[in-house]
């Protein structure tokens, strides 16, 4: 959907993943701080995508199946095509429809460490 270089994966995939073996998939949410603190996929890593080569180095070397996800899906593909253009694309996947599409078909939201719930 992105272009060459980008394997996607869909939310009943990661489900099932992180089901199967949690310790074995390294989930990367590539939003803002703001975005990040409003909710996320249970055990995700906050990396907003401005910062993603300051960590080129660890992402490379982690042998872990890294799943990298935004709201929709547009900015993870970008971090994931940086990443293949860099040879880290073989371990790398996008979650298709992002945080948007894992909620709507009923995955767990919840809120980072140290957040406060609203409302």
Same mark, same amino acid.
């Given at each position: 959907?992105?272009?060459?270089?980008?394997?996607?994966?869909?939310?009943?995939?990661?489900?099932?993943?992180? !089901?199967?073996? *949690?310790? !074995?998939?390294?989930?990367?949410?590539? *939003?803002?701080?703001?975005?990040? $603190?409003?909710?996320?996929?249970?055990?995700?890593?906050?990396?907003?995508?401005?910062?993603?080569?300051? %960590?080129?180095?660890?992402? $490379?070397?982690?042998?872990? =199946?890294?799943?990298?996800?935004?709201?929709? +899906?547009? =900015?993870?593909?970008?971090?994931? *095509?940086?990443?293949?253009?860099?040879? %880290?694309? +073989? =371990?790398?996947?996008?979650? =298709?429809? @992002?945080?948007?599409?894992? &909620? %709507?078909? @009923?995955? %767990?939201? &919840?809120?980072?460490?140290?957040?406060?719930?609203?409302?």
């Amino acid at each position: 959907m992105y272009g060459t270089g980008i394997k996607e994966i869909d939310a009943d995939t990661l489900a099932a993943w992180l !089901a199967e073996d *949690r310790e !074995a998939v390294r989930l990367v949410d590539v *939003r803002s701080p703001a975005e990040f $603190a409003r909710g996320v996929i249970p055990g995700a890593e906050p990396l907003p995508l401005h910062l993603l080569p300051l %960590r080129l180095e660890e992402l $490379a070397s982690d042998p872990r =199946r890294t799943v990298l996800y935004c709201r929709s +899906g547009s =900015r993870s593909a970008q971090a994931c *095509r940086y990443l293949a253009e860099r040879g %880290r694309d +073989g =371990r790398v996947w996008n979650l =298709r429809g @992002g945080i948007l599409d894992w &909620a %709507r078909r @009923g995955y %767990r939201i &919840a809120l980072p460490a140290g957040a406060e719930a609203v409302g």
